[in-house]
């Protein structure tokens, strides 16, 4: 409607200036006034019934909102009776819903209430039939025990008795037939497993003996090696600990003692003073630090193949270089490392026929002789030694268990049965062990204990196959004077703590060294 009107008002107004225009023209030509006039007239006509038009269309447009507004505000109005009429039939059925809640409620309670009543009811003829049973049962027991003279207990007895010895005899009969059967059986399995394992692991035999033999260019390099007063030999021996023999034997000197890794230190130093051909105390003592460095990269090097070849993972650094050094190490003249491997790969073999774990076997049957290369250092077992070494680097108690118990009449898992047996089958392999080298070379380490007890003591070598001790003592700790009760000492505990044939010389040895670098 306001469109409508603003349409009518500027008809109006473009009519009345239209026609105040068409005046002043006709005012200004005197000729044409009177066409002015009536051309004016005619505008003014024509806009009136322009307006006219436009009046009206604006009164239609205007009728036709109000009637299209009217009809939306009926329909709105419509919609929310609907809405009413729905939320008031909501709400009854509520109500409605509510009421019977209300009586459903009410119905539960009488039931309950009915059932409590029936509940005691019962329990009190529960009670009563109890009783009732119980006197009618009385009665009739005490009729039995008139008619057999028995009392209750002696004739349940009796029954009890019979019972256990009927399955007594029958558990027995089957326990026997049982454990025959499995005895049988587990022998044949056993036998075929152990052979199958042996079978399939066919390893060389490497055994050991205490002497090594260096060549050289010529018979005067044994002077040499003697040196002025015996000076040379002394320091090789002193710094080594072992044995040098030099005899008639043609371009060869002969290195021994009970321990292979002095043994191999000495070798190569020896070796590398013979080629060099300068042979003083001073060069002696630059070649064996050498040499024991020498030995220490072929111990990693031995440890680290030895892991390889037995298909163990995971173990720590520090204990692949104490495996290592299970190179130098002979029981019985079979060599410690080789048997490791080789108990290692028959534990996992066995392990895999029997369904035991098989990692856990391989682990502990390569490292169940790793105490060996630390009873020079460590007292107790090697069994013992070994277990508490794994555990101090991480490994688990189910593989130290069965290092611990290899040797023990009593096992706790599979695993220690199953490296208890592999390390019987390897060291029962034909030419695999010598008893009279081991025995040898215990009472060498029994010897070099003895005197590597007391206090002061740096170095203890048993030489001349067990004839001579020689202790080096720390110089600020024992002065001269206590070296000779020293070796008195230690002579004292040889003779009472060891057997031994013959006689064993004891020698003392005080160094005392300054040294100063002119620069």
């Known amino acids: 409607m306001d469109l409508a009107l603003t349409a009518v008002i500027t008809a109006l107004l473009v009519g009345v200036i239209a026609g105040f225009l068409i005046y002043l023209r006709s005012a200004l030509t005197s000729r044409r006034q009177q066409a002015a006039r009536e051309a004016a007239e005619q505008q003014?006509?024509?806009?009136?019934?322009?307006?006219?038009?436009?009046?009206?269309?604006?009164?239609?447009?205007?009728?036709?909102?109000?009637?299209?507004?009217?009809?939306?505000?009926r329909a709105e109005r419509q919609e929310i009776q609907r809405h009413e009429r729905r939320v008031e039939q909501r709400e009854e059925s509520l109500e409605k819903r509510s009421g019977a809640l209300?009586?459903?409620?009410?119905?539960?309670?009488?039931?309950?209430?009915?059932?409590?009543?029936?509940?005691?009811?019962?329990?009190?003829?529960?009670?009563?039939?109890?009783?009732?049973?119980?006197?009618?049962?009385?009665?009739e027991t005490e009729r039995l025990e008139e008619i057999s003279g028995l009392s209750a207990n002696d004739a349940r007895q009796m029954q009890m008795s019979r019972a256990e010895e009927a399955i007594q005899f029958d558990?027995?009969?089957?326990?026997?037939?049982?454990?025959?059967?499995?005895?049988e059986h587990a022998e044949g399995q056993a036998r075929n497993i152990l052979a199958g394992a042996i079978q399939r692991l066919a390893s060389d035999v490497v055994s050991d003996s205490s002497v090594s033999s260096v060549p050289l260019p010529n018979d005067?390099?044994?002077?040499?090696?003697?040196?002025?007063?015996?000076?040379?030999?002394?320091?090789?021996?002193?710094?080594?600990g072992v044995d040098l023999i030099i005899d008639e034997t043609p371009e060869a000197v002969t290195i021994s003692c009970f321990d292979p890794i002095r043994r191999e230190v000495a070798r190569i130093a020896l070796?590398?003073?013979?080629?060099?051909?300068?042979?003083?105390?001073?060069?002696?003592?630059?070649?064996?630090?050498?040499?024991?460095?020498?030995?220490?990269?072929?111990?990693?090097?031995?440890?680290?193949?030895?892991?390889?070849?037995?298909?163990?993972?995971?173990?720590?650094?520090?204990l692949v270089k104490i495996v290592g050094r299970l190179k130098f190490r002979y029981s019985y003249g079979e060599n410690v490392l080789r048997h490791s491997v080789e108990v290692g790969l028959l534990a996992g073999m066995i392990a895999a026929e029997i369904g035991a774990n098989v990692?856990?076997?391989?682990?502990?049957?390569?490292?169940?002789?790793i105490g060996k290369a630390l009873t020079h250092e460590v007292e107790g077992p090697h069994a013992e030694i070994g277990a508490d070494l794994v555990?101090?680097?991480?490994?688990?108690?189910?593989?130290?268990?069965?290092?611990?118990?290899?040797?023990?009449?009593?096992?706790?898992?599979?695993?220690?049965?199953?490296?208890?047996?592999?390390?019987?089958?390897?060291?029962?392999?034909?030419?695999?062990?010598?008893?009279?080298?081991?025995?040898y070379v215990q009472r060498m380490q029994e010897l070099e204990d003895a005197a590597r007890g007391f206090e002061g003591v740096e170095r203890c070598f048993a030489i001349q196959a067990g004839r001579e001790v020689r202790v080096m003592v720390q110089p600020d700790v024992v002065d001269d004077a206590a070296c000779a009760v020293l070796a008195r000492d230690i002579t004292n505990r040889i003779e009472s703590t060891l057997s031994y044939p013959g006689q064993i010389k004891v020698v003392v040895i005080r160094e005392s060294r300054s040294v100063e670098v002119a620069r």
Do not use: C, W
């Not at 990692?359 to 002789?369: C, K, M, P, W």
């Not at 220690?416 to 047996?421: Q, S």
């Open 44 to 73: 003014i006509r024509r806009a009136d019934a322009r307006s006219k038009e436009i009046l009206l269309e604006a009164k239609e447009e205007g009728i036709k909102t109000r009637t299209a507004a009217e009809a939306d505000v």
């Open 102 to 139: 209300d009586e459903t409620n009410r119905g539960l309670e009488r039931l309950q209430t009915q059932l409590e009543t029936e509940r005691t009811e019962f329990e009190e003829l529960r009670k009563t039939e109890t009783a009732r049973i119980e006197e009618i049962s009385q009665r």
């Open 171 to 183: 558990l027995a009969r089957r326990y026997r037939d049982a454990e025959a059967e499995a005895r």
């Open 220 to 240: 005067d390099m044994k002077g040499r090696l003697i040196g002025r007063e015996g000076r040379n030999i002394r320091a090789i021996e002193a710094a080594t």
């Open 271 to 318: 070796g590398t003073l013979i080629q060099d051909g300068r042979i003083h105390p001073a060069r002696v003592e630059e070649q064996v630090a050498k040499a024991r460095l020498e030995v220490d990269a072929v111990v990693q090097k031995a440890g680290e193949e030895a892991v390889f070849e037995a298909n163990v993972k995971g173990l720590h650094p520090e």
């Open 359 to 369: 990692e856990r076997a391989r682990v502990a049957g390569f490292l169940h002789d």
């Open 391 to 439: 555990l101090k680097y991480n490994v688990s108690d189910q593989i130290a268990d069965p290092i611990r118990q290899h040797h023990d009449s009593e096992m706790t898992t599979p695993e220690a049965f199953i490296v208890a047996a592999a390390d019987a089958i390897s060291a029962a392999r034909p030419g695999a062990r010598r008893d009279t080298l081991e025995r």
